[in-house]
Nanobody, 126 residues
Framework: QLHIVESGGGLVQPGGSLRLSCAAL????????IGWFRQVPGKEREGVSC????????NYADSVKGRFTISRDNAKNTVYLQMNSLKPEDTAIYYC???????????????????WGQGTQVTVSS
């Protein structure tokens, strides 16, 4: 079976950093564009960032530009989301998803993603 597993979430103070990891089990990620999303109760799941299959192209939501960095290590079959200068409004469940295409789907086109992880909780609070 094909699975995506996120890890690295936790509790961090405002201004702190976390690095989330997205690993694939049962398939390799190197032919997939990978997106990170987040969701809080009562709100729609929103796109945070995406990286193309080659790693040559990345997209970020305006709310995280300059603070978050997405990267991938295809040799390790893992995609990362480095989150710096975290704010309380970054608190959410963060999800990783894989789209079977080389380029990133536009933000909002969540249905373009084929595989989703179960999510990891990120809480930013003092």
């Amino acid at each position: 079976q094909l699975h995506i597993v996120e890890s690295g979430g936790g509790l961090v103070q405002p201004g702190g950093s976390l690095r989330l990891s997205c690993a694939a089990l049962g398939f390799t990620l190197d032919h997939y564009a990978i997106g990170w999303f987040r969701q809080v109760p009562g709100k729609e799941r929103e796109g945070v960032s995406c990286i193309s299959a080659s790693g040559g192209s990345t997209n970020y939501a305006d709310s995280v530009k300059g603070r978050f960095t997405i990267s991938r290590d295809n040799a390790k079959n893992t995609v990362y989301l480095q989150m710096n200068s975290l704010k309380p409004e970054d608190t959410a469940i963060y999800y990783c998803a894989a789209a079977s295409r080389s380029s990133c789907p536009d933000f909002g086109r969540n249905k373009e993603y084929d595989y989703w992880g179960q999510g990891t909780q990120v809480t930013v609070s003092s």
